[in-house]
């Protein structure tokens, strides 16, 4: 509705057009940090407009043609530049189509299109610590209303860096960052890279449980922080690339996804995955196993020893429901020997492989190894499970069932990494195996011998 009551008509199309007669303009001031990578493209290092990381295009793009743009790194799209715009300074759309139509990004008087450029020292300006003194942002949004929580993250001193609210209205859930410029509070996401949630509860040789979301985050720490310190990352499952992970180098990590528990739902879907239609797709595959899986190999020249709890990936134990996190395991009146009981059979460990400390080494059997520093954490603590497939059950691919065996693969998942670590790993569960694989390790190769793969069932235990 218009301030006299009337019906408002909204005019993308049109809006959009115009805006991309001064494209060129409009893309500088927004996204200062960019460039033109191609005829028709232009590309920045994400939504805050900073440089390329790669030192070529950045992960975001915008045709300058049709004002379409992405992030891939993110996954955050848009068809028009009133929805890039809403996405730099998380607006809604209507609130970007009013804000282009009567600020001063553009002065539409009589259909003379004047572009002013805007002061951009809040998409270019490093974002600092508000102070102790500094009142808090008002977290009242007209669409939701106040938030259900505000999440605050802190550095290691308890310093405050920012906020991230969450709002909900049905079943619609949004989190909208808030940080500070030095002389206000805007709706924008801190710096690159990004703090982790939980810096401030972390302490010397504790394991470190990572999990996907604040409210999340807050959970675990509730019901296991006596045995872990707990983190999470900003901006959801795909940013995990944005986040600082230093600061748990060198610990024991375990990896918690939620369980998204996707299935195929094309058959396109059911030919990559070699799945039916309706069935759970690959555990590699899952949003938030995929994530962790990501966060895995950014620690992994890190960090000793890294384990995945694996939501999705055996359907013949018990899972809980979809989504299922740690928040929902609070409301269950969950403590550590339910998640030992829970997580006992669906760990696995994510490879390490090329670590100085652990070449040739199989890893333990039991999820977290006993820390040096803390004699709290106990070494039977999660056990890996044991023992074959049960009869008649099949993995539906390849990657499953080299998650199954706990096998390190390479960075793209799609084949074994040729190590004396996997071999034994093999050999453990399947020991008639041994007359058939063997290293050579003066010339670091592994050879085979044929298998008639008709009789593989005489080789299971």
Known sequence: MSENGSTRKYDFVGLNKELLNHVGELLIAWLPGGKMVTSNEYGCGDLTGAPPKDGKGGSLRVNVTTGQWSDFATGESGGDLISLYAAIFSKTQSEAY?????????????????????????????????????????????KYGD?????????????????????????????????????????????????????????????????????????????FSKWFDIVSWPSGAQAYKKADWSPVYGREIVLWPDCDMATATSEADCRKYGVNKGDLI??????????????????????????????????????????????????????????KEWASKITIPIGVDGHPDKKNETLPSYMPKQSKTHSAVESELVPMPQGDLE????????????????????????????NMDNVVRVFDRHPAFKDFVWIDTFHNKMFTRGIEYKNLDSYRE
């Open 282 to 339: 690959p555990s590699y595959a899952q949003v938030g196993t995929k994530a962790m899986l990501g966060v895995a190999e950014l620690l992994q020249d890190h960090c000793n020893q890294i384990r995945l709890i694996d939501v999705n990936g055996h359907d013949r134990y018990a899972r809980i429901h979809e989504g299922f996190d740690a928040a929902d395991a609070l409301k269950l009146g969950w403590d550590i020997e339910a998640l």
């Open 98 to 142: 009013l804000e282009l139509r009567k600020s001063n990004f553009l002065n539409l008087n009589g259909g003379n299109v004047k572009v002013q450029i805007q002061n951009k020292n809040i998409v270019a300006s490093v974002f600092q610590p508000p102070g102790s003194h500094t009142p808090p942002p008002d977290f009242y949004y007209e």
């Open 147 to 223: 938030p259900i929580h505000v999440y605050t993250y802190k550095d290691k001193s308890e310093n405050i860096l920012f906020h991230v609210a969450r709002y909900e209205k049905g079943t619609i859930k949004e989190f909208i960052p808030y940080s500070y410029t030095g002389k206000q509070w805007i709706k924008k996401m801190w710096k690159e890279p990004r703090p982790l949630y939980g810096l401030w509860r972390l302490r010397d040789g504790f394991p470190v449980l990572v999990v996907e979301g604040e409210k999340a985050a807050d959970a675990a720490y509730e019901m």
């Open 391 to 418: 009869d008649g059950e099949i993995s539906v691919s390849f990657q499953e069932l080299w998650m199954d065996l706990g096998l390190s693969t390479k960075k793209n998942g799609l084949s074994v990494i040729q």
